[in-house]
């Protein structure tokens, strides 16, 4: 959103609702917008496409709350007074979704008990995320437990990606893209 060019702009998960703040002048934050969507679990994290224009997000426990598969609920910021929850990609998982970041047009996803899942972002502005990669270190099964992934980091120059673990284990992968 041009009109916010220059300035500090906190995006906040913030339990049911997703809000825009500009904090540039730290002792006056102003909320710019809020916005939630249906079938809210707990709005827990989210992360920003590379150009600014979307934003994913987690719901960490919708899929206990609501019986549903792994989502990501993509969101269009292109007016961050009017954020717009437009697309919900379900996975083929039923694990609850944790911790996810973004690096050269992938989403890399911490998804507890079905690990790290790699989505590629091309369709995104046709509201479609498709898995690509993925490394599940407890393939015994897909419970809707905080067990597992709990986060990721893909942003090694190397491409090396550390996933770390509920039981203190921390993986080490690297994906061929």
Known sequence: ??????????????ADTVNIVDVTDKSNPVQIGVSTYGAVGYTHQGWLTEDHRYFLLGDELDEQRHGVN???????????????????????TTSVDHNLYIKNGHAYQANYTSGLRVLDLSEIANGKLEEVAFFDFMPEHDRKSFDGAWSVYPYFESGT???SGTNGHLYVVKTLF
Not at 1 to 14: F, L, Q
Request: proline share 0%.
């Open 161 to 163: 990606i550390i996933v």
């Open 1 to 14: 959103d041009e009109r916010y060019s220059g300035r500090e702009i906190c995006v906040a998960s913030n």
């Open 70 to 92: 792994t989502r990501t609920f993509i969101w269009d910021f292109s007016d961050l007074e009017n954020i717009r929850h437009f697309a919900t990609y379900e996975a083929k």
